[in-house]
């Protein structure tokens, strides 16, 4: 096989002919990527904004409002911590305790007077406690239990 048979094998075939009429406007030609490039060297592939070269990101007529945005997003993530007026210091020393707290947590979450990051951390925390509870109360019982056993043994009279 030739090289001119190989190069009419693989050649592209010509595109038809255009149907519409050649005195039309031509529309302008969008570029596909932004001509910025990014940190790294590499060219920007975001999509350029209408009659600009580049993208949202990287327009320098819409760059300061950019920036602006950016810090006012960053100033409004720094929460300050929740703090509940008028509430006292947890004692975690009975399962009603808990109980209440938590009552307390879903009532302040529901009238809007904590976020729900909030009220998900003291509902974990309270998770935590529940079981310690459980055993402290467990123990105070076995105590008891042991306690008037001990009692019971002595006070009989018999002895043997």
Known sequence: MTIDETTARTAKTPPLAST???????????????????????????TPLPGSDFCI?????????LVAAARKGGENRARQPAVFKGAGNVKFESADEVRAL?????????????????????????????PVID???FEKRLKALEAEQAVGKHGRGKAK
């Open 20 to 46: 519409q009429d050649s005195a039309a406007p031509t529309a302008r030609v969008v570029a596909k990527h932004c001509a910025a490039s990014t940190k790294a060297g590499l060219p920007c592939r975001g």
């Open 57 to 65: 990101y990287h327009d320098p007529a819409r760059r300061d409002a």
């Open 102 to 130: 938590l009552a307390d947590t879903v009532n302040r979450l529901r009238r809007g007077e904590i976020d729900t990051k909030t009220a998900n951390a003291v509902g974990f925390l309270a998770n935590i406690a529940r």
């Open 135 to 137: 055993a402290v109360e």
